[in-house]
């Protein structure tokens, strides 16, 4: 893969975590081109101005650029009007875009019916990397760095522009995957979607049930696996209903362990219940690396 910046001008629509995080890194590696900024918080773009991360403080005309890269680091339900908006800003040839959004089918849906002009230059992406918390402020030049962003070509697009968005990735820090846009909304609703939704719920009940002393004597394990409960709530609605039947399915695998598992509690069968532990303790010992070991 090659080590050119094939872009001249960048455009970052949104400026929160993950589109600040992408404004920091192209500065830090001196990324020989113009990056510029769509925010509908024009306080935000200002602010990312004085800190030099894009050229503009304004709304600015972007119809003579060329070899231009737009990535869209908006929530899932707000890409429809934020496309809209940026797109009159733009020249119709020699663009190319992409996304960082949670999901895709709802992305390409949009595009297929809507923007089909656009949809051939359109690479969806998806940066794994992100945190509880959201905002300019929180974002991080280091994000990137050594996490997976998955690609998700469709029939539509040409192999020249996914290869420069996996290399503008990689010049970020980032390996690529390929999965389907259909592949993706179906396996992240069960490796991000679903651990969202149980976290959240889990939050829900013990602060229903305990109040103020939730954490009280947690050890900390507590406040690790609740953590993406601070997840920012518009994001996440977002990806609630934009990917629903997934999650809705994924909910449901979800409570028939959990079902499963309660019989064997309510039963007191103390050999089904070490036989259970053991059997996904493995499971998971044999997936996941132990930094420990």
């Not at 893969?1 to 001249?8: A, G, L, T, V």
């Not at 959240?200 to 953590?227: A, I, P, Q, V």
């Not at 309510?266 to 219940?273: G, I, M, Q, T, V």
């Amino acid at each position: 893969m090659s080590n050119i910046k094939e872009f001249d001008n960048i455009v970052i629509v949104g400026l929160g975590l993950i589109g600040g995080s992408i404004a920091k890194k192209i500065k830090e590696i001196d990324y020989s081109a113009n990056v510029y900024g769509f925010e509908k918080n024009l306080e935000i773009l200002k602010e990312a101005n004085k800190k030099g991360l894009v050229t503009n403080d304004k709304e600015i005309d972007l119809k003579n650029s060329k070899n231009l890269l737009v990535i869209f680091c908006v929530p899932v339900l707000s890409f429809k009007k934020a496309l809209n908006s940026v797109k009159k800003h733009l020249p119709s040839q020699n663009t190319i875009f992409t996304d960082t959004l949670s999901t895709k089918t709802e992305i390409f849906n949009t595009l297929s019916d809507e923007f089909s002009d656009i949809l051939g230059n359109f690479v969806l992406s998806h940066p794994i990397a992100g945190s509880e918390k959201s905002s300019l402020h929180n974002s991080k030049k280091a994000l990137f760095e050594k996490k997976v962003v998955v690609i998700s070509p469709h029939e539509k697009n040409n192999q020249n522009d996914i290869d420069k968005v996996i290399n503008f990735w990689r010049l970020l820090g980032s390996s690529s995957r390929i999965l389907s846009y259909k592949d993706h909304d179906f396996l992240f609703s069960k490796t991000s979607h679903l651990p969202h939704v149980i976290s959240y719920s889990l939050t829900e009940s013990l602060f229903k049930n305990l109040g103020d002393k939730t954490f009280d004597f947690s050890g900390g394990s507590l406040e690790d696996y609740t953590r993406i409960a601070s997840s920012d709530p518009l994001m996440w609605k977002d990806i609630m209903i934009s990917n629903h039947q997934n999650i809705l399915e994924s909910i449901e695998d979800f409570e028939e362990s959990l079902t499963n598992l309660k019989g064997l509690i309510k039963k007191k069968d103390e050999k089904a219940l070490v036989d259970y532990f053991n059997r996904v303790k493995i499971l998971r010992d044999n997936s996941v690396k132990s930094d420990e070991l």
